[in-house]
C-alpha cells in the first residue's frame, strides 16, 4: 500500500491518529453544546483540507477526521429535528474527495445533515463560501496542512464569524525546512505563514516556542474580537515535536472544552510525550517543599503541575474560593478545570492543602 502523502489511503502514524481523535471529540462535545443552544440554527462544520477520510496504519482501515465527524454530527443531529448540521469538505485532490464522497455515502445519513464536497485549492474555496448566509449558524473551520502553510487572508473571515477555528502549526517544517529554503515559493510560504520576513524566521526556527508565539500573536492581530488560543504539542514515539494543534475560540465554553477533550485523551497529561516515567518505581515522601521545588515539563504537563500552580498563585491567601480556582483554570491556555476538579483536589492535598466543601486552606 502506498504510503506517500499523495496516495488516496495515506498511512496515519500514531500521532495522527490522536490527531483525528482529537478534533472529532472536540467536534462532538461542541456540536451537543452549540446544538443545544436556543439561538443556534444549527452547525457547520468545514475542512479545507479534509483528505479522503480513509487512511491506513499499515494492517486496517483508520477512518480519518472527515469520517469521524460525519458519523457524530448524523447521530447527534437527529436529536434536534429542528436544526440542522453541514458538514463542507474540500480537497485538492480529485481522487481523494471522490473516495470521502463514497464512503460517507454509503453511510446513508439522516435527512437533516447536508454534506457537500469540492475539489478546490484552499484558498479559492475559503474564500468563495458565502459566511453572510448563515448568521444564525455556529461554524467550525478545521486547517490541517502539511506543511507550515497557512493564508491568513484566507482564515481571517472566520476568526471573526460566530465560530472557531482549529488551526494546525506544523512547527516541525519550520524548524527543519526554513534555512534550507531555497525556491521563492517555497520562501514566500514561509514569510506569509509566519508574516516575517525569511530572516528572521531563519533566527526564530530554531527555537519552536517563539514559532508557535508568533502564530498566536497573528491571531489576535487578525481577530476583530478577543479570542482564547489552547494549543497542545504532537510528537513523534522519539519525542520530536511534530505540530501544535491550535484552537481559536471567542468562547469560553470552547476553550475549556478544548482542554478536556486534550487531556482526557493524553491520560491526564498535555500531550503524549514520553517523559520515561516509569509506573513501577517505588515512590518516596520527600515533603512539601520537594514537590513545590519541582520543574515541570513545558511540553508535557502533569495534574501535580497544576496543583503546584494553584499553591503558589494563592498560598499567600489563607482561604480561597474552589469557584475562583476554577474559574482561574478555566481562562488558563493550558490547564483544566473541567473534567479533572476530583484529580486536581487529590493533588493538592499532597502539598498540605485543605479541601472543603467550597474553599480550600493554606495552613
Ligand atoms: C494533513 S492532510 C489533512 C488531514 C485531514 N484534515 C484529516 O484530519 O483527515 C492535508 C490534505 O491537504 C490536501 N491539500 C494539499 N494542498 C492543498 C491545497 N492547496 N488546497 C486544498 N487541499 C490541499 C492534501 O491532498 C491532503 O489531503
Known amino acids: 500500500m502506498a504510503t506517500s502523502t499523495n496516495a488516496i489511503i495515506s498511512r496515519a502514524a500514531p500521532h495522527t491518529i490522536k490527531k483525528f481523535e ?24 468545514i475542512d479545507c483540507m479534509s483528505n479522503s477520510g480513509v487512511y491506513t496504519d499499515n494492517e486496517n482501515i483508520v477512518e480519518g477526521t472527515a469520517i469521524r465527524v460525519a458519523k457524530e454530527l448524523n447521530e447527534i443531529i437527529s436529536n434536534y429535528p429542528d436544526k440542522k448540521a453541514i458538514a463542507i469538505f474540500n480537497d485538492l485532490s480529485k481522487e481523494k474527495i471522490n473516495l470521502l464522497e463514497r464512503e460517507i455515502n454509503k453511510l446513508k445519513l439522516n435527512s437533516n445533515i ?24 455556529n461554524i467550525l473551520l478545521v486547517y490541517d496542512p502539511y506543511k507550515a502553510e497557512i493564508d491568513w487572508n484566507a482564515i481571517t473571515p472566520f476568526l471573526n464569524t460566530w465560530g472557531e477555528v482549529i488551526i494546525n502549526h506544523m512547527v516541525f517544517d519550520t524548524n527543519r525546512g526554513a534555512s534550507q529554503a531555497k525556491r521563492s515559493e517555497v520562501i514566500n510560504r514561509y514569510e506569509e505563514t509566519y508574516q516575517k520576513d525569511i530572516s528572521s524566521i531563519i533566527d526564530f526556527g530554531r527555537d519552536k516556542d517563539q514559532l508557535e508565539k508568533i502564530i498566536e500573536s497573528l491571531i489576535n492581530r487578525r481577530s476583530e474580537k478577543h479570542h482564547h488560543i489552547a494549543s497542545f504539542p504532537f510528537f513523534t514515539r522519539t519525542n520530536g515535536l511534530l505540530y501544535n494543534l491550535i484552537l ?19 491520560g491526564g497529561k498535555s500531550s503524549l510525550k514520553n517523559t520515561h516515567d516509569n509506573p513501577n518505581q517505588l515512590s ?38 474552589l469557584e475562583d ?12 478545570s473541567d473534567g479533572f476538579k476530583t484529580e486536581i483536589k487529590k493533588e493538592l492535598r499532597k502539598l498540605g492543602v485543605k479541601i472543603m466543601k467550597d474553599s480550600i486552606s493554606f495552613s
Open 22 to 45: 482529537l478534533i472529532s471529540n472536540y467536534v462532538d462535545g461542541w456540536a451537543r453544546k452549540i446544538l443545544g443552544y436556543g439561538k443556534s440554527q444549527g452547525i457547520i462544520y
Open 114 to 137: 447536508e454534506i457537500y464536497y469540492y475539489c478546490e485549492d484552499r484558498s479559492c474555496f475559503l474564500h468563495g463560501l458565502a459566511l453572510n448566509n448563515w448568521e444564525d449558524f
Open 248 to 266: 481559536c475560540t471567542t468562547n469560553i465554553e470552547g476553550l475549556k472544552l478544548y482542554k478536556k477533550t486534550a487531556w482526557k485523551l493524553f
Open 284 to 321: 518516596f515522601d520527600f515533603g512539601t517543599d520537594f514537590e513545590l521545588d519541582k520543574t515541570p515539563d513545558t511540553e508535557c504537563y502533569t495534574i501535580s503541575d497544576i496543583a503546584r500552580y494553584i499553591f503558589k498563585k494563592y498560598n499567600n491567601q489563607k482561604n480561597v474560593l
Open 325 to 336: 480556582v476554577y474559574k482561574d483554570l478555566d481562562e488558563h491556555p493550558i490547564f483544566p
